[in-house]
């Protein structure tokens, strides 16, 4: 996998990953929310897409399976270091935790979960457009334990194969959170240094036995 961080004009990051012929771009539009883009470099036309992430792709595989992990068990709101830097004593840190591990839990709830994940994979319908016709992101993994990234135009009335990721309104807000941390996580990580792969089959068992 070829892999490329760029600033833009506003100085966010674009992020490209390029493999057997498909690149990936993560990135910020002009509005301001986050987009997925995925492109066949040999068919620009083409109407449905996918990107396929191994272990062998090291740190980049670790991120995306946690990506989708989080949403699959619904583990969405963390501790951050923000918040524990205000909690004076041990007892204050525990019941932060325990206020998040309530509040994710109550996300098994949440009216757009079982269309988003029936856990063997993720859809996500694109925020910027009604939710029949905007395009559709699948993010599902696979027996061979590869992360495969599929984007379906639904409308030939759209030119790009691309989903949005709204961070006002979105329809599956607080999911949205997961892809801005996957998008921070990119930026940041140190390209030359293997993340260990956990198993996947955890994060698809939790989710089905619920």
């Known amino acids: 996998m070829e892999i490329s961080r760029k600033k ?23 509005n301001g929310d986050l987009y997925w883009d995925l492109m066949n470099l040999d068919d620009f036309e083409s109407q449905d897409e996918s990107f396929v992430i191994s272990p062998s792709d090291g740190p980049i595989f670790e991120l995306f399976r946690r990506l989708f992990c989080s949403i699959a068990t619904h583990q969405i709101f963390e501790v ?10 041990p007892e204050a840190l525990e019941r932060i935790r325990a206020q998040k591990v309530k ?43 590869r992360v495969i990234i599929n984007i379906k135009r639904v409308s030939r009335e759209y ?7 709204t961070q006002s309104g979105s329809r599956y807000r607080p ?36």
Not at 107 to 129: A, I, K, M, T
Not at 159 to 165: G, K, S, W
Not at 187 to 196: A, G, H, I, Q, S
């Open 159 to 165: 030119d790009f194969l691309n989903v949005c990721f």
């Open 8 to 30: 833009d004009s506003l100085g966010y990051d674009v992020i490209k990953m390029t493999k057997e012929g498909i690149t990936l771009t993560i990135f910020f539009g002009g």
């Open 103 to 145: 509040e994710n839990e109550s996300l098994s709830r949440h009216p757009y979960f079982n269309d988003l994940c029936n856990g063997s994979y993720v859809q996500w319908h694109s925020d910027n457009e009604p939710f029949e016709t905007g395009n559709i992101l699948t993010i599902l993994l696979d027996r061979a334990g």
């Open 175 to 210: 999911f949205d959170l997961a892809f801005y941390k996957n998008y921070t996580e990119l930026c940041e990580m140190d390209l030359t240094v293997d993340l260990p792969s956990e198993s996947i089959e955890g994060c698809v068992r939790t989710r089905e036995s619920q």
């Open 80 to 89: 951050d270091e923000v918040e524990a830097s205000f909690c004076s004593t």
